[in-house]
């Protein structure tokens, strides 16, 4: 599946200062392989020891947090787009 | 009508109101719970009472106490009315790109304004709080995001008054920002309307934070982690800017004159209308407009307005 990440201002230095990359796979686990495959710098800040995601970061697929979809398995969609963001405060 | 002893006693007991006109699904009917209607006009009003009660009962309040508290808006201005009733000194850690109006209603009530950076957002405010609070130990802070008393008030007075109002309740929408209103709401729902979904909504982080170094910047509060939140909640999505205020225009049609997180909480509950056959879903207008009208929510352009809103903090 070919879809679209978007990625925040913290983790673009670790891909050329890239905001939107176009990359491959048919799940969010699969994309984010490909996306670190390509980047090696981002998965120290995407993800923790074992292959989680980072608790300060947050996942989305067409703006739904895949931690409450079915988590890294999260099927894609051609075109889907995923955003992954900071976890911050409100109040 | 009748006569109140003190402002105390105006906070919670909100109205909800039927807005199913908004739905876009015949068979799903919308409600707003106004919580606007609280004195200083925010849902805040119910955790900042919740919090200063409980600190006094704690004994870590006295008379002159100082008060330091991060907050985008809300919660300290609720803090800042109450407390100077209560004779404390009240000290708002704000960052720097909230609306000109949560400024000036800070200073209404009293509150001293300690500046945080702006390309930070609210994680800058709760670090620049934590260190100021430990450099001066003689001063109180109430933590909003690890204070019990913030999800307890949802779960003893929202909750309830929700299942009272509309026992129909199918799903209840509402903005995550310090995660309060969903872990009090939510655990009441789960536990006496168990088949309830709980959707939390929230604004697209990125464009505020410029300023995070790295993700270890992030922030999840402690209340969230000790409730259980990521359990409590069904579903977790991002409503952007623009689809924010399209929503509060459309809440100005049914006369709810709502801030733009109540919009969001409109888009969000109107999603869920979207992909259910029938249901009666409940959503939270967390304050009122009045805050947002230097932003230009209502009257310009409306990619001119998400642009403003999208710059300032509104969660």
Known sequence: MAVTVRLPTVLRPHANGQSQIAAEGSTVSEAVSWLVGEFPGIAPNLLAEDGSLHRFVNVYVNDEDVRYLSQMDTALSDGDELSILPAVAGG | ?315
Do not use: C
């Open chain 2, 1 to 315: 009508m009748a006569v109140y002893r003190s402002v105390d006693e105006l906070i919670g007991g909100t109205p909800t109101l039927d807005v199913s006109q908004l739905s876009p699904n015949p068979s799903v009917a919308l409600y707003a719970k106004l919580e606007g209607q609280n004195p200083t006009g925010s849902v805040k009003d119910r955790v900042a009472l919740a919090m200063l009660d409980r600190a006094e009962a704690e004994g870590r309040l006295a008379p002159g106490s100082v008060i330091i508290e991060p907050s985008s808006g809300n919660t300290g201005i609720a803090l800042a009315m109450l407390g100077q009733r209560r004779g404390y000194r009240v000290k708002i850690v704000l960052p720097g790109n909230v609306t000109a109006e949560r400024r000036q209603m800070l200073e209404i009530f009293g509150a001293e304004i300690i500046a945080s950076p702006a390309e930070q957002g609210s994680n800058g405010a709760v670090r620049l709080a934590l260190e100021l609070a430990e450099a001066n130990p003689d001063w109180t802070m109430l933590y909003q995001y690890g204070n019990e008393a913030n999800p307890e008030v949802h779960y003893r007075t929202t909750g309830p008054e929700i299942v009272a109002d509309i026992p129909t309740i199918t799903h209840f929408v509402a903005g995550l920002g310090t995660s309060g209103t969903l872990l009090g709401v939510g655990r009441y729902l789960k536990e006496h309307a168990p088949a309830v979904q709980v959707w939390a909504v929230e604004p697209p982080a990125g464009e505020q934070v410029e300023g995070l170094r790295s993700l270890d910047d992030g922030y999840v509060p402690p209340i969230f982690e000790r409730w259980g939140g990521v359990d409590l909640l069904d579903r977790k999505m991002i409503v952007r800017p623009r689809e924010s205020i399209e929503a509060t225009r459309m809440l100005a049609t049914e006369g709810v004159f709502s801030g733009i997180s109540g919009g969001a909480a409109l888009a969000g509950a109107r999603k869920a209308a979207d992909r259910i056959d029938e249901g009666v879903i409940v959503f939270v207008v967390s304050d009122h407009g009045w805050k947002y009208l230097s932003v230009g929510a209502w009257t310009d352009d409306l990619d001119a307005a998400a642009d403003h809103a999208a710059n300032v903090i509104y969660f």
